[in-house]
C-alpha cells in the first residue's frame, strides 16, 4: 500500500515552476489542437468581441462632437436630437455584438477545456498503467490523486479563463494603441512616456522588495 505520509507536510516538488516551460505550453497546445475548428471560431470571436468594444469607445466622439455642433449651431432640438438617437443607437448595436461574441467565445472555449483537460486524464490514467509498483510504493495517495484533480483543474481554469483573457488583452492592447494614434499622436506620446516611466519605477520597486523580503525570510529562519 503507497504510503499516506504525515499530515500537513509539504513535498519538495511543491511550487515549483516546470522545468521545460515551453515544452509544457507546446504539449497543452498540441492538445488543444485536436479542436482546431472551435479553435478558429474562438478566435473570430475574440477578435469581433475587441473590434465592437473598441468601436464602441470610438463612437463616443462623435456623439459629443455632434452634440456640441448641434447645440452651437441652434438644432440641438430637431436636427441634434435626431443624429443623436441615431449615434446611441448604433452604441447600443456595439455594445450589444460585444457582449453576444463574448459569451459566445466563453461557451465555446469552456467545452474546449472541458475536452481537453479529458484528454489530458485519459493520457495520465494510460501512463500510469506503464509505471512501476516502487513508483506507487514511494508516492501518498494524496499526490497521485492530486494529478488527476487539483493539477488538471488548474490547467482547465488557465484555458477557459487566463488564456483568453490573455488574448483577448493583447488584442484590445493593440486595438487601443492604434485608435489613440489616430485620434492624438501627441497625446499619445505623452501618455507613451507616462507609461515607461511608470514600468521602470514599480520594476524598480519590485526588485528591491524582492531583496527586502528574501532578507527578511533569512532572519526569520535563523
Known sequence: ?????????????????????????????????????????????????????????????????????????????????????????????????????????????????????????????????TLPLRYFDSQTHGEIMSRYTNDVDNIQMMLEQSMVQLVSSAFTFVGIVAMMITLSPTLFCIALIFLLIMVLTVTNIGKQSRKYFRSQQKISAL
Open 1 to 129: 500500500m503507497p504510503p499516506m505520509g504525515p499530515p500537513g507536510k509539504k513535498n519538495d516538488n511543491d511550487y515549483k515552476k516546470p522545468k521545460n516551460a515551453k515544452k509544457t505550453f507546446a504539449r497543452i497546445l498540441q492538445y488543444m489542437g485536436k479542436n482546431k475548428l472551435f479553435l478558429i471560431i474562438v478566435f473570430l470571436m475574440l477578435i469581433l468581441s475587441t473590434a465592437s468594444n473598441i468601436g464602441a469607445s470610438y463612437c463616443l466622439k462623435p456623439i459629443l462632437n455632434g452634440i456640441e455642433s448641434s447645440v452651437k449651431a441652434g438644432t440641438f432640438a430637431d436636427e441634434g436630437i435626431r443624429n443623436l438617437l441615431g449615434n446611441l443607437a448604433l452604441l447600443s448595436l456595439l455594445y450589444v455584438c460585444a457582449a453576444v461574441f463574448s459569451f459566445t467565445q466563453s461557451r465555446i472555449m469552456v467545452k474546449i477545456a472541458y475536452k481537453t483537460t479529458n484528454l489530458i486524464r485519459k493520457d495520465l490514467f494510460d501512463r500510469m498503467q
